[in-house]
């Protein structure tokens, strides 16, 4: 058995609760059956995202207690602003308050109607924002990244054919720039390879448009490019970090995932480009030695940053997700496969075949699992996608429940719990029924919906 093995100790812990499975059910009917409306204290195992919830180290607190607070030229920024050019080989930073400020700012500055965004697939704010601001997007990913029981060691690569017939069709001056997100989140965690980046660098140069680097799940997205891209095995999580900053213009993250647990940045070595973002921070994040990120935040961010080179830190998450993967492979559930990064991905369309897409399969199996279970997982499937622009449901091509693994914070015995529950679930997989929406909200719907067994 490949037993992934914890590389810390424990020396702050918080207790959990797990309630009786009557007082389940009534949280899920108080909170429309949406997992982001319940309330930890009815929560077991939080599986609903890593963001904001990775375990912080003993040196990230330790930074915390020396934070400098300034309204403007604090210490504590400079100590940021050195680590995000030492770690992610950028000289101008701009903080935010969080990713989805920066995708704001990014979105304000350069999407204008009518303009396209090729991605190699949406996140739910990226695409929010572009949208906000009257642009459209086009997912380029390889048809292989659809496929849930696949090998393929790089599912988020771009699609480089159709990326070049996108920008024939619709003209490079209407396309701002090209989004790539690292370890692509919604089809399961899944990586790009720093060859498929290169590709997209020399369309980009072809065609004279801006690659903007998605970077919240960077750290994990190098260390599986270390694991599976030939070139790379020998080296560090630096060196692979730096190759794929420097083949962006511009360089966004959540720092909430990448490094900590609060904040967020954009990231660029073009002058005129930081010129261009730059009002931008004040008008809607606050003064630009702090980005509406508290000082102490910003220390852990730094500190936070330069952990992410360490690959005895970044390999914790992703071992314990393969770890999970396999598991549950094992025993029949079908899972996204391979392992990727951020959790573990759960195929509801397969698990709920029963279950009509328009009844959300993916929305009904977190419900179901936390009800028989408390570990509260995310739905990513058809409630996480928004309505197109005529107001018509829009299907999600994979109904996915991801169980995230934040770093460093469940044991081995947590994750065998998960492993249980989620297989007595598989094999009951007949007692879950549909959902529908009863308050639907216009924008991000999925956060504060409210949904009823159909
Ligand atoms: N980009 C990616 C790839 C993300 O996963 C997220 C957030 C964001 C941008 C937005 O960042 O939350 O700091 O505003 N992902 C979280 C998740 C919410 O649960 O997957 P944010």
Same mark, same amino acid.
């Given at each position: 058995?490949?037993?992934? !093995?914890?590389?810390?100790?424990?020396?702050?812990?918080?207790?959990? *609760?797990?309630?009786?499975?009557?007082?389940?059910?009534?949280?899920?009917?108080?909170?429309?059956?949406?997992?982001?409306?319940?309330?930890?204290?009815?929560? /077991?195992?939080?599986?609903?995202?890593?963001?904001?919830?990775?375990?912080?180290?003993?040196?990230?607190?330790?930074?915390?207690?020396?934070?400098?607070?300034?309204?403007?030229?604090?210490?504590?920024?400079?100590?940021?602003?050195?680590?995000?050019?030492?770690?992610?080989?950028?000289?101008?930073?701009?903080?935010?308050?969080? &990713?989805?400020?920066?995708?704001?700012?990014?979105?304000?500055?350069? +999407?204008?109607?009518?303009? !396209?965004?090729?991605?190699?697939?949406? /996140?739910?704010?990226?695409?929010?924002?572009?949208?906000?601001?009257?642009?459209?997007?086009?997912?380029?990913?390889?048809?292989?990244?659809?496929?849930?029981?696949?090998?393929?060691?790089?599912?988020?690569?771009?699609?480089?054919?159709?990326?070049?017939?996108?920008?024939?069709? *619709?003209?490079?001056?209407?396309?701002?720039?090209?989004?790539?997100?690292?370890?692509?989140?919604?089809?399961?965690?899944?990586?790009?390879?720093?060859?498929?980046?290169?590709?997209?660098?020399?369309?980009?140069?072809?065609?004279?448009?801006?690659?903007?680097?998605?970077?919240?799940?960077?750290?994990?997205?190098?260390?599986?490019?270390?694991?599976?891209?030939?070139?790379?095995?020998?080296?560090?999580? &630096?060196?692979?970090?730096?190759?794929?900053? &420097?083949?962006?213009?511009?360089?966004?993250?959540?720092?909430?995932?990448?490094?900590?647990?609060?904040?967020?940045?954009?990231?660029?070595?073009?002058?005129?480009?930081?010129?261009?973002?730059?009002?931008? +921070?004040?008008?809607?994040?606050?003064?630009?030695?702090?980005?509406?990120?508290?000082?102490?935040?910003?220390?852990?961010?730094?500190?936070?940053?330069?952990?992410?080179?360490?690959?005895?830190?970044?390999?914790?998450?992703?071992?314990?997700?393969?770890?999970?993967?396999?598991?549950?492979?094992?025993?029949?559930?079908?899972? +996204?496969?391979?392992?990727?990064? !951020?959790?573990?991905?759960?195929?509801?369309?397969?698990?709920?075949? *029963?279950?009509?897409?328009?009844?959300?399969?993916? &929305?009904?199996?977190?419900?179901?699992?936390? !009800?028989?279970?408390?570990?509260?997982?995310?739905?990513?499937?058809?409630?996480?996608?928004?309505?197109?622009?005529?107001?018509?449901?829009?299907?999600?091509?994979?109904?996915?429940?991801?169980?995230?693994?934040?770093?460093? +914070?469940?044991?081995?015995?947590?994750?065998?719990?998960?492993?249980?529950?989620?297989?007595?679930?598989?094999?009951?997989?007949?007692?879950?029924?549909?959902?529908?929406?009863?308050?639907?909200?216009?924008?991000?719907?999925?956060?504060?919906?409210?949904?009823?067994?159909?």
């Amino acid at each position: 058995e490949n037993i992934p !093995l914890e590389l810390h100790k424990v020396r702050i812990v918080q207790k959990l *609760h797990l309630v009786p499975i009557e007082r389940r059910l009534e949280a899920l009917q108080e909170g429309g059956f949406n997992t982001f409306r319940l309330n930890t204290k009815d929560v /077991f195992l939080d599986m609903l995202t890593d963001s904001g919830t990775n375990a912080m180290s003993d040196n990230q607190l330790a930074a915390m207690m020396q934070a400098d607070d300034a309204y403007a030229g604090s210490q504590s920024f400079f100590r940021l602003q050195k680590a995000v050019e030492d770690v992610l080989g950028k000289k101008y930073y701009l903080p935010v308050h969080q &990713g989805r400020a920066a995708e704001n700012i990014l979105s304000n500055a350069y +999407v204008r109607k009518g303009n !396209l965004v090729p991605m190699n697939y949406h /996140f739910t704010t990226a695409m929010a924002h572009i949208t906000q601001y009257g642009g459209k997007i086009a997912e380029l990913l390889y048809d292989e990244a659809y496929v849930i029981n696949s090998s393929h060691p790089f599912k988020g690569n771009m699609n480089i054919e159709k990326l070049e017939e996108v920008i024939k069709v *619709h003209g490079a001056k209407n396309i701002p720039f090209i989004r790539m997100e690292a370890s692509t989140n919604l089809i399961g965690g899944q990586p790009f390879s720093v060859q498929n980046l290169r590709d997209v660098r020399a369309i980009a140069d072809k065609y004279n448009i801006r690659i903007v680097l998605d970077a919240s799940l960077l750290g994990e997205n190098a260390y599986l490019v270390i694991q599976r891209e030939e070139e790379f095995k020998d080296s560090t999580m &630096g060196e692979v970090m730096k190759i794929m900053t &420097g083949l962006a213009d511009i360089v966004y993250f959540s720092a909430r995932k990448l490094s900590s647990s609060r904040g967020g940045g954009i990231c660029t070595d073009n002058a005129d480009i930081y010129k261009e973002l730059e009002a931008l +921070v004040p008008l809607f994040e606050g003064f630009l030695t702090y980005g509406g990120i508290s000082v102490r935040e910003i220390e852990a961010m730094a500190v936070g940053l330069y952990e992410t080179l360490d690959e005895t830190m970044i390999s914790q998450s992703p071992d314990f997700i393969a770890y999970l993967v396999n598991a549950l492979d094992a025993h029949g559930v079908p899972v +996204v496969k391979p392992a990727g990064v !951020l959790g573990v991905h759960v195929d509801a369309m397969q698990v709920c075949e *029963h279950i009509p897409q328009k009844e959300y399969p993916a &929305g009904a199996l977190a419900a179901a699992l936390f !009800l028989i279970s408390g570990i509260r997982g995310m739905e990513r499937g058809s409630i996480s996608n928004q309505r197109d622009e005529y107001g018509n449901e829009t299907y999600a091509d994979m109904e996915l429940v991801r169980l995230a693994v934040p770093r460093r +914070v469940f044991t081995l015995s947590q994750i065998k719990y998960v492993e249980d529950r989620m297989t007595w679930l598989y094999e009951n997989r007949a007692l879950i029924g549909g959902l529908r929406f009863v308050y639907e909200p216009p924008v991000l719907r999925f956060f504060m919906g409210g949904l009823e067994p159909v």
